[in-house]
Each structure stands twice: as structure tokens, then as C-alpha cells.
């Protein structure tokens, strides 16, 4: 099992990395870059030279090329102590055409193209025009390869926090455990494994909320939105409750305890914050001030999932008995009338009927549009029976099917001819048999109940990871569109893994040890 368990998870890795690497292809180098700044308004209010190197910048920031502007090498140069500031204002001065260059800037536009060039940059001057936007430009830029580009992604991600990412704190660096929660007053009983130079002040913390106990250790590297939810991360865009805010009694590290949202347990460090600022020195005594707000409604991840699960549990519930009894009326009327369904979830588009549930819905009082600000119980019924309808129809169909195929096999012939009932033979044999391709595709179920909810969430306006991955198509939010794909992807290898481990699980004869093939 061990072996095995080794081998699917390195196939695995390697499917996920191929799958990521096919997105990264299509997006990067396949679709049309300029796509990203139809709907830019700060492009269209340029000119000329000004829209050029602001179309690069773009570029830069979307993940298409390395974009190097004359300006930021000269500004490196003086950082490293290579040229001093009047040299690096001297070297700045480009005039609108290169021969009319002061000495120095010929200087270093020349030491700037011939650096990059060898490195296999195209160098580009604008010359200067005079109109609005029509300054001189001096920039390099270059295409990043794609096997750079999936390098650079796994390679970076996976992040572990350390006592060394803070560059200045207060008091000695190190870790400290605590039985008694600071953040709950130190009078709730709550272990907790609190950091002084890490990024996060809580490592460890328990709280009330699903898992109960939550680790800032390791983390996620998806990247970072550019469009979606400007400058956040991808990971905590997918995890961050959403909603109104929600507020309870807050002990903060200076001694003040108020009603606030704060949530502490989510303490960042940021260099510098707690003395540029009085509010913080209210409240903190280190640099630990950036705190995300607690909210009264799930993740984007958490929404897909409590939707997903249950329309996986309503799907079985129902599907399992109505196959079961499919098979056991073969060609009678509940067959019939199963079959019928089956073909009218089969034939009519997945959008069609979502909209005829919603319409039905609607008549019969439920609502058809999720809140964030005022979430209720009525609002999942919807979406979680338009997603669970047709693994219903799915799960019919092929039970059925497995369950008649069993009759004429040639065990059950054998069962017959010992005397055993057909009603011993339906419930001890056949139903045994057929059940066992059906549990292996019980996490692969979930996993299309996620994907499945792409456009579930976008007709019910559901707040989930699957609308999140439509907007992000939308607004070319390439970071999004990889972080997502990859989320999927690495559900799909985990769900086959664990549909194996499910299916040796029921049958004993399944073995994936070497000895018994």
C-alpha cells in the first residue's frame, strides 16, 4: 500500500505540474496580451511614449515579460553604492534624441543596453516627442520562458516562517507557548505558539472556528491578485471569511479590551507600523499591527465546499435507493419513469435546468441570490439541489446498470441453482458487487461538485471559489486563473488517491501490494 500510495502521489505531482504548466502556455503565450488593457481607463487616458512603457509596466505586473525601465537600473546602481546621486541625475537626463545625450547619460544607457542585451533582453528607446506623453524612454524587457516560469512558481510555493523574517523587534527573537491565550485576556484556557521576529505573531492558535486549530507556519504560495482583490494574496483570498464584519470583545497586547472586530490571531509584522502611527500605539506594543477582520460569512473556499459536500450527501441519499430500486423493477414503471429523468438531465444544457430549479424556487418562496451581509440557511437550498440533481440522475444510471449486469453473471446463476432467493442473492451478491465502482467515485463526486459549481454559484450569485475563478477570466487575473487551477488540479489527484484507498477499503480483494498482482 506504502509503494503504491508513493507512486500515485509522484504521478500526481507530475500531472498537477503539467496541468499548471498547459494553463501557464495558453495564458501567457497563446492568448493576446493586449486583451489586458481594453478596459484599462489609465491606458486609454495616455499618450504616446507615456502609453507605451505603461503598457510594458502592465504587462510586467500581469506575468507576461521582465520589464527593466532605464530609471529603476540607475536607482539599483545607487543602492549598491556603483554611482552617486548627482551621476545617477545626470544619467537620468535623456534628451529626445540618443546623439544629443549628455556624456554621462551616454554612458549608462549605454552600460544599460549592453548589460541586457547579453542577457537576452530587447532593449527599446523612445524618442522624445513633443506632445502630451511624448517624453524620451530607455526600458529592456523580455519574454520568461515557460519551464523559468513553472520553476519559479513550485519553487516558491511553499513558505515557512521563521524568527528571521522581522528585520527589527522588540525584545529578544525566538517562539513562547502559552496555555492562556493573550487575545482571550489570558483567562480562556487556549494553547497557543506565539512568534517575536516571525511574520505572523501566531504560529499555533486554537479558536472556535472549523479546523479549531490553525497553524501560520507553513503556507500557501498562490501568488498575488492584481485585479480580483488588488495586492492580496491568492491563498487568503480563497480563505478569508467574507461578509459584514463581526465583533466581540478584543484583548489587545497594551491592556485594552474593546468590542472590535480585530482579529489578532491573524497579526502581521509590518516595519515600521507601530511607530508612524498613534492608533496602533493604542492598541499594540510591536510591530504586529496588520489585522484582518473577523466576518459573519464563510471563505470563497468555504462556501464551495458546505455547498459541494452537501449536494455529494443529498446526491447519494437519493441516487443510491432509486438505482437500487431501478434495477430491481427492470422495465417496469419506476424504471421508466427513473430512465426518463435520467435522459432529461442528460439531454437538456446544465444552465437550462439550474434555471427552471431557480424558477421553481422562486415560486415556492426561496431565494434565488445569496447575501454575504445577512447569509441564511435558505439560501444554500438552492444551489446545493441544482448541484446534486444530476449526480443523482448519474449515480441511477450507472447502479442500475452495474446491478443488471451482475444478475447475469455467473455467480448468480451459481447463487440460483444453491437455492438462495433472489432476494438473498439481490442483497448479500449483487448489491455487494455494484456498489464498489460507486464508492470509489465518492471524492471524485465532491471534487465535481466543486468544479460543477463554476456556473451553480454564478446563477445563484454565490460567493464561492468557483465564481472567483470566472471573474478572474474576466479581468485576466492570470495569478488567479494559475492559483485556482492549481487548487483543482491538486483536488483531482487526491481525489483519485482516495477513491483507490476507498474502493481496497470495501473489497478485500483489491490489494495493491507487488505480491498480489
Partial sequence: ????????????????????????????????????????????????????????????????????????????????????????????????????????????????????????????????????????????????????????????????DSIHYAEEVNGERGLSFTWYDPAYGGKKFSPAIIGNGTKHKYLVYFDNKFPFIHQNIVKINLGVSYSINQGTDISQTMSSEQGSQKAGLVHYPTGIAEVSPDNLHS????????????????????????????????????????????SVIMAYVLGVPLGIMMARNKDKLFDKLGTLYIIFIMAVPSLAYIFIFAAIGRSAGLPTTFSVSEPTKAMYVLPIISLALPSVANLMKWLRRYMIDQQNSDYVKFARSGGLSEREIFNKHILKNAIIPLVHGIPGSVLGALTGAIITERVYTVPGAGGLLVDAIGKYDNAVIVGVTLFYAVLSVISIILGDILMAMVDPRISFSDKAR
Fill in 1 to 160: 500500500m506504502a509503494k503504491y500510495l508513493i507512486k500515485r502521489i509522484i504521478r500526481g505531482i507530475i500531472s498537477v505540474i503539467i496541468v499548471v504548466g498547459i494553463v501557464m502556455l495558453l495564458i501567457y503565450s497563446l492568448m493576446n496580451r493586449d486583451l489586458v488593457l481594453a478596459a484599462d481607463p489609465n491606458y486609454t487616458r495616455l499618450g504616446t511614449n507615456d502609453k507605451t512603457m505603461y503598457k510594458y509596466s502592465l504587462w510586467e505586473q500581469y506575468g507576461y515579460l521582465d520589464y527593466v525601465p532605464y530609471g529603476d537600473y540607475l536607482v539599483e546602481l545607487a543602492k549598491n553604492g556603483e554611482i552617486d546621486d548627482d551621476t545617477r541625475s545626470s544619467a537620468a537626463l535623456l534628451a529626445n534624441n540618443a546623439k544629443d545625450d549628455n556624456a554621462i547619460a551616454k554612458e549608462y544607457t549605454q552600460k544599460f543596453t549592453d548589460y541586457y542585451k547579453s542577457q537576452g533582453y530587447t532593449v527599446s528607446r523612445l524618442k522624445g516627442i513633443n506632445v502630451k506623453g511624448g517624453n524620451p524612454g530607455l526600458f529592456a524587457y523580455k519574454d520568461i520562458h515557460l519551464l523559468k516560469r513553472l520553476w519559479n512558481y513550485f519553487a516558491n510555493i511553499i513558505e515557512v
Fill in 267 to 310: 497579526a502581521t509584522y509590518i516595519k515600521g507600523s507601530l511607530a508612524i502611527s498613534e492608533l496602533n500605539q493604542k492598541y499594540f506594543v510591536d510591530d504586529y499591527t496588520q489585522v484582518v477582520l473577523n466576518r459573519n460569512a464563510f471563505s470563497k473556499l468555504g462556501f464551495s465546499f458546505v455547498i459541494g459536500i452537501l
